[in-house]
């Protein structure tokens, strides 16, 4: 039976300088959890350690209950900066990645890759013909290749028009949905970690960035845009911009493990103002 990644203690420091202090977090296998907060506030210093390409100061990460430091084929890494091999067409730079868990080399299994995340129609092209968008779809099939458990995203749409990264968000969801894979996501933007979430982890702003409220999406899946007129969607979206506005920067912030929707929060709310009336 597979075990949730912990993190425990985790805390980066350059120097004298602390990006991230004491962030603490459990993730069940198959969930997508976004991190969201301000620029600065170590939420691709946390990714960069679970990816293992840098290693924590204080405390750290379990896999199966082993702690990591390192980067592994376990882990698969889309960097919001596609980052191919120019000179390599699509398909074999999916296959680079392909190769590193599969010593012997498999084009059809390289191309059910990349059907997966829509581009086996460009296989045989340079990364210079094709579009940001779809060498992004590059990125993602190339990170599938490893078949890991975890995908680590590290706001892997914010080069993207808005068209381009709906499209990509789908994408992502329809890939999500057919491999349960457990996902990481770093990104800024409120509406696409609502729509891709089952938690939101919403970080304090920097120096000594942590963990400042947990909040579970009250959406099931598979989810479509359609959830985007759910009036459970605006509450949460109101929440999450009143934490990023007037709680964020508090240097200790109680977190707060969002177990109920927020329609029974706002019940809650309305039951206690009526007992005080």
């Known amino acids: 039976m597979l075990r949730p990644l912990e993190i425990t203690g ?16 459990t993730i069940p296998p198959g969930e997508f959890v976004c991190l969201l907060g301000h620029s600065g506030c ?13 290693q924590a100061t204080l405390g750290g990460f379990c896999i199966d209950g ?3 430091d390192y980067p592994g084929t376990d882990r698969g890494v889309v960097f919001q900066s596609p980052s191919l091999l120019p000179w ?11 190769a590193q868990a599969h010593p012997k080399g498999d084009k059809q299994a390289v191309l059910g890759f990349m059907e997966l995340a829509g581009v086996a129609d460009v296989a045989d092209q340079l990364p210079g013909e094709l579009s940001l968008g779809t060498q992004q779809r590059v990125a993602i099939a190339r ?5 890991p458990r975890y995908l680590l995203l590290d706001e892997p749409f914010g080069m993207l028009d808005s068209l381009t990264r709906f499209d990509l968000q789908d994408a992502l969801l329809k890939v999500v949905d057919s491999t349960a894979k457990t996902v990481i996501m770093v990104t800024h933007d409120v509406d696409e970690a609502i729509y891709l979430a089952d938690r939101i982890v919403l970080m ?7 963990v400042g409220e947990i909040i579970t999406t009250p959406f099931g899946r598979p989810r479509d845009r359609s959830i985007l007129k759910h009036p459970e969607y605006r509450k949460q ?9 007037h709680h964020a920067n508090q240097s200790t912030v109680g977190v707060r493990e969002e177990k109920r929707t927020i329609h029974s929060h706002a019940q809650s709310e ?4 009526t007992a005080r009336t």
């Open 88 to 98: 390599l067409t699509a398909a074999e730079n999916v296959m680079l990645a392909y």
């Open 10 to 25: 985790l805390g980066k420091s350059f120097g004298s300088f602390t990006a991230v202090r004491d962030f603490n977090l």
């Open 42 to 54: 170590g939420k691709s210093t946390v990714l960069s350690i679970l990816a293992g390409l840098q």
């Open 143 to 147: 990170a599938l290749a490893l078949d």
């Open 204 to 210: 304090t702003d920097g120096p000594a960035a942590t």
């Open 237 to 245: 979206r109101s929440r999450i911009i009143d934490f990023l506005e």
């Open 66 to 68: 082993k702690e990591v």
């Open 270 to 273: 309305a039951a206690v103002s």
